[in-house]
């Protein structure tokens, strides 16, 4: 399904492609349930333990059970094909998230050891949304004009997404107990996950033959976007505690306030970069272009230490933020580009995991560098960091070798 030679791709097109929007809104839908679930499950276990450590320790678990197994999940997905992988994925994810707030809603409390088990098995039923509808793009846009933008779409809604579910959390528990929130984060994952099956766009991406076979699982040559992601991600963790720190040094109270629109501004800066990004037709390949992204969030990144004020940071932090929604969906380009038909799940879920994973290391780097060295400092050396990678993934480029890491 094509984009026709005579009409010039643009996201209008996309969304006139048969059972596009249907089948991105379900998806959509199902996916907001990220932006929510995390934060009421927080505040649910706060409230219901009296204690942060155990809601760091059970949220610790639910992340790192939903970030490092989403290639496995993905791999269902390549293997069995979305109708017949998501529904017991999603039912068991909706039974874990059903007895969570079953067990918070006792009156004595739950123990720490029950809820963490719950949290690390409802972070490994999570059901991969956003891989498989990018699959199901590539299925829907084989033109590779048409696919960028439906890439740039794609993320752009997803970023607009994690923004909007601690919103309507906070408005939610403004009049009904955090628990609330799972429910309602398990409502909408049920209703999009049966409205995303139910399209006939899923018709096209059935199971992965397991005749057809390339070197490293379908997925060699997948390093070079995973790396630089890495370091994208790396940085959005860092970032996010360098702003409340620099608010806090500024004189701004505890930061948090004053921090949130300057993270808001990153926020709109990246989305204003990936619409950008997915309307303009590029000469250069997304392989050469990943690296060239990636160092332009370096280079912002170490001027942003060199702001006066809050209200500098926050132009900083916009621009860097310009170059994080393009670098994403060009590397999820890249993956698809170079994935076996097979493996078009597992090489999204990929990329999904190097920023997620990135970003939990940087927030914890972030903590042992604040603390010791000038923000300023602290933004110098994330830059320098992602510059390196910017460079290492460049490197690889011009040599023709893009298996800086063997996946299988």
Known sequence: MSASPAVRPSYAVVLRVPHARRTFAAALTGRLSYGIVPLSLMLAVTRSSGSYTVAGTVMALFGATTVFLSPARAALIDRHGPRRALVPMTAAYLAVLVLLTLVLARPAGAPAPVLGVLAATAGACVPPLGPTMRAVWGRLTPDRALLQRAYSLDGVAEELLFVTGPLLVGVLVGFAPPAAGIVVGAVLMAVGTAGFLSSPALRAVGPGKATVRRGGGGLRGLGRPVVAIAGVGLALGVVDLLVVAFAERHGHGTGGASAAWVLAALSAGSAVGGLLNGAV???????????????????????????????????????????????????????????????????????NTAVNAGSTAGTAVAGALAGSLPVAVCFALTGAVVLMTAAAVARRARRGTSDLVPLA
């Open 281 to 351: 037709t590029w000469r250069a390949s997304a392989g050469v272009r990943l690296p060239l992204l990636t160092a332009g969030l370096g280079l912002t990144l170490c001027g942003a230490g060199l702001a006066p004020g809050l209200g500098t940071l926050a132009v900083a932090v916009a621009a860097a933020g310009f170059f994080v929604s393009p670098a994403i969906t060009t590397a999820y380009l890249i993956a698809d580009e170079i994935a076996a038909p097979e493996a078009r799940v597992r090489a999204g879920a990929w990329v």
